[in-house]
């Protein structure tokens, strides 16, 4: 059989083929083996497959993981246990809790209600070292002083100059309103006592506006400090420099000033009378 050398590649008459040394010697050029390719094959597998090691040792990770669930179910279904037990304990304690919270209400309505009385008989039974102290008839107790109101008929209506010459005869003077408690307490007494069907009327009380000096002045000689005048008021129309109180829901608005010469009732106030 001929053969020819053909630069650097054999030719093989009987299997027409070529084989150049060229090709071969090139490293970026594919190539396959055509004598027996599943050996090729096998060789490139044989990296991936596992051996005897690799699956004892995942075998051993995945009993490992189902041991560790099994010990996180079984604490946390104690825990589920252990906290339902302490729900059951704790539902006697809350029971008792309400009780005693229901008690303490109890107590602060009766604590608020005694506390109410005993300012009540402190207001009404004032007593001192020297004896009793008490109100003439005709008079009440009100901020541990005596207050006259003048509601009866026949008490009649009078000027304020009258009016507090009436207070000074009976050991007193006009009513000095200088604090919130008082207005409150004076105005209560009023609208409890006044007329719905009829306009409410004013009552004359120790307050002047000394024209001298254009200041309000209480007749115990302080200036008035807080004022409870309706809206508008004191607008002083045709020299109103007496003022009065009112029988207004709102004791925050409830004095007017007034012409000193017009006729009114009137609110005395004086100390309580003390025996022995």
């Given at each position: 059989?001929?053969?020819?050398?053909?630069?650097?590649?054999?030719?093989d008459t009987?299997?027409n083929?070529?084989?150049?040394d060229?090709?071969l010697?090139?490293?970026?050029?594919?190539?396959?083996p055509?004598?027996n390719?599943?050996?090729?094959?096998?060789n490139?597998l044989?990296?991936?497959?596992?051996?005897?090691?690799d699956?004892e040792r995942i075998?051993s990770?995945v009993?490992n993981?189902q041991e560790?669930?099994?010990?996180?179910?079984?604490?946390?279904?104690?825990a589920?246990k252990?906290?339902a037990?302490?729900?059951?304990?704790?539902?006697?304690?809350?029971?008792?809790l309400?009780?005693e919270?229901?008690?303490?209400?109890?107590?602060?309505t009766?604590?608020e209600?005694?506390?109410?009385d005993?300012?009540?008989m402190?207001?009404?039974l004032p007593m001192i070292?020297?004896?009793?102290r008490h109100c003439?008839p005709?008079w009440?107790?009100?901020n541990?002083v005596?207050?006259y109101?003048?509601?009866?008929?026949a008490?009649?209506r009078?000027?304020?100059?009258?009016a507090r010459?009436f207070?000074?005869?009976?050991?007193?003077?006009?009513?000095v309103?200088?604090?919130?408690?008082?207005e409150?307490s004076?105005?209560?007494?009023?609208?409890?006592?006044?007329?719905?069907?009829?306009?409410?009327e004013?009552?004359?009380i120790g307050l002047r506006?000394?024209q001298?000096?254009?200041?309000?002045k209480?007749?115990?000689?302080?200036?008035?400090?807080?004022?409870?005048w309706?809206d508008?008021?004191?607008n002083?129309?045709?020299?109103?420099?007496c003022?009065?109180v009112?029988?207004?829901?709102n004791?925050?608005?409830?004095?007017?000033d007034?012409?000193?010469?017009?006729t009114?009732?009137?609110?005395c106030?004086?100390?309580?009378?003390?025996?022995?």
């Open positions: 059989m001929d053969r020819r050398e053909i630069r650097g590649c054999n030719s009987g299997f083929q070529l084989i150049c060229d090709d010697n090139n490293e970026e050029s594919p190539h396959y055509t004598s390719p599943g050996r090729y094959q096998d490139k044989t990296d991936t497959h596992l051996t005897l090691e699956v075998s990770d009993n993981l560790t669930y099994k010990t996180a179910v079984h604490n946390m279904n104690n589920q252990q906290l037990s302490e729900i059951n304990l704790q539902t006697p304690t809350n029971w008792e309400e009780h919270k229901k008690r303490q209400t109890e107590y602060e009766k604590i209600k005694i506390t109410k005993i300012a009540s402190r207001s009404h070292n020297d004896g009793c003439t005709g009440i107790l009100m541990s005596c207050y109101f003048a509601f009866s008929n008490a009649g009078k000027t304020w100059k009258k010459e207070c000074q005869k009976h050991g007193g003077d006009l009513a309103i200088d604090s919130k408690d008082k409150n004076t105005v209560s007494i009023l609208i409890n006592h006044q007329d719905p069907s009829k306009t409410p004013g009552f004359w506006d000394l001298e000096e254009g200041t309000w209480w007749l115990d000689g302080k200036e008035l400090n807080e004022g409870y309706n508008g008021e004191p002083d129309i045709n020299n109103e420099d003022a009065a009112y029988a207004n829901e004791f925050f608005k409830a004095w007017n007034v012409g000193c010469g017009n009114m009732k009137w609110i106030e004086k100390a309580l009378t003390s025996t022995s």
